[in-house]
């Protein structure tokens, strides 16, 4: 896969990582509101991202990459997010592909079956993503949303590799990534069979221009047809059937990566508040002050909170703890992230419901937050299940 421009020289440490995407917040900043008004994908973001090396933030230093753990990208996402809430979902996006491979334990995937030849092609893809490769996830459907076990999109064997025939919906930054992830069921199988693809952008890929979205515009979530073969190293895991495995084991880079994001939005909803209270002189008023410092305490303990979930997984991925944490994170930060946003936008006053307001577009942008996946009420049953003793992985309906 193409690396479309080099990457800094600079020290691949975790801090300068932070340090390169603390420096890029004022650039995304000052971009966002156009691409947020006309729903463009931020490409001079990504081109800026490319130039710091920070796609390859997930990749081990041994590939080129920063070698990063969860807790460090969750604190970039959630710079990268202060700056421009898209640019950081997209981001996530691509983090979530690369972290996964990165990070899932070379033993645990021998011991699933995986054949050696995974390691080569797994590496290749970490390789490309610290040259600049940009990785996009096509998993949600329109129907189902991200439900694993209700996947149509289907593969089938051939003398090649693979043919994969379905579509797909909210495929961030669909068009400008140079693979999808997509997951693809195996009709034939009797039970659900749900298998990872990194299928390369190219023929037999069609994007359909559908996103025109209350929030996070900016994010190019289109619909995306596949009507594509590829050769066996796109099958991730080098094993059939790893998808719902995986989710149930290690759902930390399908919930929990989100929450960064919306923390990142929340705080920076706080800061434009402060500003546009300040300016307009209402922070004398005791109850603008006290939505501000409620604001600000429930930011603050959802950073926390993030940052707890983070810690656990870097220090015992899998366990049963460690994803009550997961799912805890992703409900306060979505819940907080809409919840602050909605009181500051009452506190600033009409005038910061205009468009082209910060804060307008800081609302709309951390309202999604408790819509995502897992959406906040999904993450809020589990949590349930699991405080009454029972497996949350085992609901009636299906988690995945």
């Known amino acids: 896969m193409p690396a479309t421009e080099s990457f800094t020289d600079a020290p691949h440490t975790v801090g300068s990582a932070l340090d390169l995407a603390a420096a890029l917040e004022p650039r995304l900043t000052e971009r966002a509101a156009d691409h947020d008004r006309a729903g463009t994908f931020p490409a001079e973001d990504f081109a800026d991202l490319r130039r710091a090396g920070l796609l390859g933030l997930m990749a081990p230093a041994r590939l080129g990459g920063f070698g990063a753990s969860f807790a460090e990208y969750a604190a970039v996402a959630a710079a990268l997010a202060r ?6 979902l997209i981001f996530n996006m691509h983090a979530s592909v690369t972290g996964a491979l990165a990070q899932t334990p070379d033993d645990l995937v021998r011991q699933w079956g995986a054949p050696e030849s ?48 379905g579509s797909k919906a909210f495929v961030s930054g669909a068009g400008h990534v140079d693979a999808y992830l997509v997951t693809a069921r195996d009709p034939e199988a009797e039970e659900p069979r749900v298998s990872y693809f990194l299928v390369p952008a190219g023929e037999g890929i069609r994007v359909e221009q559908t996103w025109d979205s209350l929030g996070m515009r900016a994010t190019g979530s289109q619909d ?10 796109a099958l991730l895991g080098g094993m059939e059937g790893l998808t719902l495995l995986l989710a149930q084991v290690m759902p930390q880079w399908l919930v929990a990566s989100y929450a960064a994001v919306y923390v990142g939005v ?11 209270v300040d300016e307009r002189g209402l ?14 305490a429930a930011v603050a303990a959802a950073e926390l909170a993030v940052a707890e979930a983070a810690a ?49 577009r ?3 942008d951390a309202r999604c937050g408790a ?17 009454l003793g029972e497996d949350p992985d085992e609901a009636e309906a299906g988690r995945w």
């Open 83 to 88: 700056g421009a809430g898209s640019t950081a």
């Open 118 to 165: 995974f390691f080569a092609a797994r590496d290749a893809a970490l390789t490309a993503a610290a040259q600049g490769a940009l990785y996009g996830v096509a998993m949600s459907e329109r129907g189902t949303g991200s439900r694993l076990s209700r996947t149509a999109t289907a593969y089938r064997r051939t003398a090649r590799g693979f043919h994969i025939g």
């Open 224 to 233: 995306v047809h596949f009507d594509v073969e590829v050769g066996p190293e």
């Open 266 to 276: 929340a705080r920076s909803a706080v800061e434009a508040a402060a500003g546009q």
């Open 283 to 296: 922070g004398r008023l005791p109850a603008v002050r006290a939505r501000l410092g409620r604001a600000d």
């Open 312 to 360: 656990r997984i870097d220090e015992a991925p899998g366990d049963p703890d460690t994803n009550r944490w997961v799912w805890r994170a992703k409900l306060i930060a979505g819940d907080t992230a809409s919840q602050v946003a909605s009181s500051l936008l009452e506190a600033a006053g009409a005038s910061a419901t205009r468009r082209g307001n910060p804060l307008e």
């Open 362 to 364: 800081l609302y709309r």
């Open 371 to 387: 819509l995502q996946p897992a959406t906040s009420d999904v993450c809020a049953d589990w949590l349930g299940m699991a405080a």
